[in-house]
């Protein structure tokens, strides 16, 4: 069980976007996420008339480091650190500070 999952919203610690917050779109391999409006670069990309794409500069998400991202904790409105432990025989992540349970 990893403590970052998809879909989880996520607030930035470090970095040119620090403060931001985004859900995960996906995990990238090995230790990097994609998370939605955060690492914006641009790409230049060409036309292709084949099928149909128009070429010019698109901003699009880059990964980022799961490092430097946290779990978004709602009760505190800060980023929060997880931990797992088990409960009724299953693996579950908690936030360390409350003590709550990640809503999966």
Known sequence: MR???QDDEVIVIA???KGKRGSVLSMVP???VLV?????V???T???PQINEQGGIIDKEAPIAISNIALYNAETNKADRVGIR???????RYFKSTGALVED
Do not use: A
């Not at 939605?36 to 914006?40: D, Q, W």
């Not at 088990?86 to 579950?92: A, H, L, P, S």
């Open 3 to 5: 403590k970052i999952q």
């Open 15 to 17: 970095g040119r976007d």
């Open 30 to 32: 090995p230790n990097r």
């Open 36 to 40: 939605s409006g955060i690492n914006m």
């Open 42 to 44: 641009k790409k230049h």
């Open 46 to 48: 060409r036309p292709n």
């Open 86 to 92: 088990e409960e009724n025989g299953k693996r579950v």
